[in-house]
């Protein structure tokens, strides 16, 4: 297929789709920077290509130009405002940036398109989160959970604002549902174990949740710090001493 849309471009380089269908044949196969090259080109001769658009998106926010990756975005969104997924990359690549508030209005938009996204739904609590509109956040994440009770980042990201809201039952109930959905992920396991020790420094919980992070990701500061603070509130001391003097040995942590 790669050589016909080739021979096809070499008879005449004004054809878009072939640019397009060449595009996504180069990505698939990892040539980026060729399939750049062909998505630019499907744009250039025919600027209405939503696709094309969309595509260069994906590219740049996949090599970290997420500015440009906004441009290529609103270019395709303002050809296709019905795809809730075009929106949904677009609030992803502003949020990169720093924009919050537009990247809530995107999120919004591909929520009204797609009521039952939980992607969707969740990048709009996130960045809610960031925004500090807690209530809201909250509100959104449960969306997405009731979308997708399955989805492990909607779960995760509930908890925390919980956590953030001092809801420390809510957001243990809703982190030990993320683990149980993604029992892999250190990242989880660390905002559990936060989490759990925040609601009950001396119990034996926080120290078990805090272990098990480690055991998946012994370099994850945030669960070895909050060991040792469960430590020092059980008067662990010397135990304590340990977890925290290997805190502070952590790459990138400060003395």
Do not use: M
Not at 50 to 68: K, M, P, T
Request: aromatic share 6%; with cysteine; glycine share 8%.
């Amino acid at each position: 297929a790669e050589a016909a849309y080739r021979e096809a471009l070499a008879r005449d380089a004004r054809l878009a789709e072939a640019h397009l269908n060449l595009g996504s044949l180069l990505l698939g196969k990892g040539k980026t920077a060729e399939a750049e090259a062909a998505f630019t080109a499907a744009t250039r001769s025919k600027p209405e290509l939503a696709e094309g658009h969309y595509n260069l998106g994906v590219i740049y926010d996949g090599s970290g130009r997420a500015r440009e990756a906004v441009q290529a975005y609103r270019a395709a969104v303002k050809l296709r405002p019905d795809d809730a997924t075009y929106h949904l990359n677009l609030g992803a690549a502003l949020r990169r940036t720093g924009d919050g508030k537009s990247a809530i209005a995107a999120f919004q938009e591909a929520t009204r398109l797609d009521g039952k996204n939980a992607v969707a739904w969740t990048n709009l609590g996130l960045v809610l989160s960031d925004e500090r509109a807690l209530d809201d956040a909250r509100v959104a994440l449960e969306r997405a959970t009731k979308a997708d009770p399955r989805y492990a980042p909607a779960w995760n990201g509930l908890g925390r604002v919980e956590h953030k809201r001092k809801a420390l039952d809510a957001a243990v109930a809703a982190l030990t549902r993320a683990r149980e959905l993604a029992p892999k992920d250190a990242g989880y396991a660390a905002d559990l174990c936060r989490a759990t020790v925040d609601r009950d420094p001396k119990a034996a919980a926080g120290v078990t949740t805090c272990r098990a992070a480690l055991a998946l990701d012994g370099q994850n500061a945030l669960a070895r710090y909050v060991l040792g603070k469960a430590l020092v509130a059980r008067g662990e001391c010397a135990a304590a001493r340990t977890e925290l003097d290997a805190f502070r040995a952590l790459p990138g942590v400060k003395p």
